[in-house]
């Protein structure tokens, strides 16, 4: 198992907010129990448009994110976990899964297509 915060080519750490596309990449290379934090904050505060911590680019694409991490879980691919730091501070990670035998052998090539 790879270290918490797993840094991915394209997107190195703190430099710039993890792309859909990315995310997708990055599971499509990991391995069963790699981890990646794709988040750090407060998704419920900084995803509501009525609490405008964000430019809207910036906080439609965090729920873009957000959205594509849990289709990911929902298609079997990975679990979705949190770590607390402090209030309202929160790492959110993804964790690999084993690839399910149901789950058609592209579909992860779809998601990332979709994501692109």
Request: one cysteine or more; glycine letters at 0%; hydrophobic letters at 50%.
């Given at each position: 198992m790879m270290d918490?915060?797993?840094?991915i080519p394209d997107t190195p750490n703190g430099a710039a907010p993890l792309s859909e596309a990315a995310l997708c990449a990055w599971l499509g290379a990991a391995a069963p129990g790699e981890r990646l934090a794709y988040h750090r904050g407060f998704l419920a505060c900084e995803t509501s448009p009525l609490t405008q911590l964000l430019p809207d680019a910036e906080r439609l694409a965090l729920l873009r994110l957000?959205?594509?991490a849990w289709a990911l879980a929902e298609a079997g691919?990975?679990?979705l976990v949190q770590r607390r730091h402090g209030e309202e501070d929160y790492s959110y990670l993804i964790v690999a899964r084993r690839r399910p035998r149901h789950i058609v052998p592209n579909r992860?090539?779809?998601?990332?297509?979709e994501a692109a």
């Open positions: 918490m915060d797993t840094c957000a959205h594509r691919l990975a679990h992860l090539s779809q998601m990332l297509a």
